[in-house]
Structures are given as structure tokens and as C-alpha cells.
T-cell receptor
Framework: DGGITQSPKYLFRKEGQNVTLSCEQNLNHDAMYWYRQDPGQGLRLIYYSQIVNDFQKGDIAEGYSVSREKKESFPLTVTSAQKNPTAFYLC??????????????FGPGTRLTVL | GDSVTQMEGPVTLSEEAFLTINCTYTATGYPSLFWYVQYPGEGLQLLLKATKADDKGSNKGFEATYRKETTSFHLEKGSVQVSDSAVYFCALSDQGYGNNRLAFGKGNQVVVIP
């Protein structure tokens, strides 16, 4: 079955540590996205990538980094510079947008807790 | 910039009641509008969409009509079930940016009581 997988489902981190969240898709989508979800805040875009080896900052990129070395993978690193990293992180993918909207498909999410 | 505003607070209602969740938007171009649903512990799923003014999106008994004159896209369902308990997000995509980005509202928790 085609879809998006995120791992791990739950992640615990000590303050001052970097941590990498995995996102893999087998939908053959060019575009991938990372969102952060906080209670009562909706989803906010962290980074997005429309093609391999290219990515752009979203609305809240500070304290995060990404790479896009392969079409199917878009890992997100939460660095120690992120002041409040405890949140639910969602990855999504879509056909690359060119004039018409293409549906974004979401993974199940990773809940990160900083201890 | 583009933005989406949803009505404040959770929505609690009894089974078979009528559900309305309000959504209004601000956009510079001609956006497409969406409702996404998130069941507990899961990612988001597209519930319905509308790509131009006066379009009606519908799915699983839910409906929403794209109203350009009132910049609104309210979600309705005539008779809710316990299984409709979830968080509902209104979102827009303005293709003027050409990058498929979505702007989300804050979401509304819906709780349906048997």
C-alpha cells in the first residue's frame, strides 16, 4: 500500500540534544512538507521541498533543519536552538503544485516531548 | 498574508444533532478551500474541497459551499454520529504562490455524545 510513514510515533529528548524525525513516502510525490501542531494553534509550516536537493523555509523554520537527498525521504532535525520543541510533528507529501492545487497526504505524526 | 479563521472553542453535541463549524478566510488571489479531519492520535485526512466560488464540496454526509461574497466555507452535517468525533481544520491554498502551500485554521474539536 502506498502511503507516508513517520517514525518513531513517540520521541523523548533531553534539553540540549538534537533529534531527527523520519518521514518516508512511497507515493512517488515530488513535494514534501513538515508541519508542527500545538494545542489550539492549528498546523504551522516548518519547511517544504518541491524537488530533490531543494527546500524552502516555512513560517517557523528557526531551530529546525531538513535535507532532501532522496525523493522518498525528508527528515527533520529539531536542534537545541529550538526553544520550545515539545509538539506533534506531521509530515505530508503531494504532487508538485503547478497552477492547480494538489492534495497533500499526511503521515500519522510523531509526538516529541522534551524532558 | 493568507489566513483562515475558525470559530473559537470545542463543539459538543448529541448524536443525530446538526453540526455547523464556521470558517472564514483572507486571501489575495483565488484560493482553493478545504476541510481536513484528524481522528485521535492520527494524521490529517482530506474531508472535502472546493476550488472556485459557489462550488459545494461533499463527503461522508458533510458539506461546505465556497462563498466568495462572504469569504466563507462553513462545514455542515445534518445528523452527526459518535464516530464523527474528531478535530476539524479549515485550510486554503492560494495557487498564486505556485507552491502548493496550505494555510490552516486553528481547528475545532468536535465531541459527539451518544
Amino acid at each position: 500500500d502506498g502511503g507516508i510513514t513517520q517514525s518513531p510515533k513517540y520521541l523523548f529528548r533531553k534539553e540540549g540534544q538534537n533529534v531527527t524525525l523520519s518521514c518516508e513516502q512511497n507515493l512517488n510525490h515530488d513535494a514534501m512538507y513538515w508541519y508542527r501542531q500545538d494545542p489550539g494553534q492549528g498546523l504551522r509550516l516548518i519547511y517544504y521541498s518541491q524537488i530533490v536537493n531543494d527546500f524552502q523555509k516555512g513560517d517557523i523554520a528557526e531551530g529546525y533543519s531538513v535535507s532532501r537527498e532522496k525523493k522518498e525521504s525528508f527528515p527533520l532535525t529539531v536542534t537545541s536552538a529550538q526553544k520550545n520543541p515539545t509538539a506533534f510533528y506531521l509530515c505530508a507529501s503531494s504532487i508538485r503544485g503547478q497552477g492547480t492545487y494538489n492534495e497533500q497526504f499526511f503521515g500519522p505524526g510523531t509526538r516529541l516531548t522534551v524532558l | 498574508g493568507d489566513s483562515v479563521t475558525q470559530m473559537e472553542g470545542p463543539v459538543t453535541l448529541s448524536e443525530e444533532a446538526f453540526l455547523t463549524i464556521n470558517c472564514t478566510y483572507t486571501a489575495t488571489g483565488y484560493p482553493s478551500l478545504f476541510w481536513y479531519v484528524q481522528y485521535p492520535g492520527e494524521g490529517l485526512q482530506l474531508l472535502l474541497k472546493a476550488t472556485k466560488a459557489d462550488d459545494k464540496g461533499s463527503n461522508k454526509g458533510f458539506e461546505a459551499t465556497y462563498r466568495k461574497e462572504t469569504t466563507s466555507f462553513h462545514l455542515e452535517k445534518g445528523s452527526v454520529q459518535v464516530s464523527d468525533s474528531a478535530v476539524y481544520f479549515c485550510a486554503l491554498s492560494d495557487q498564486g504562490y505556485g507552491n502548493n502551500r496550505l494555510a490552516f485554521g486553528k481547528g475545532n474539536q468536535v465531541v459527539v455524545i451518544p
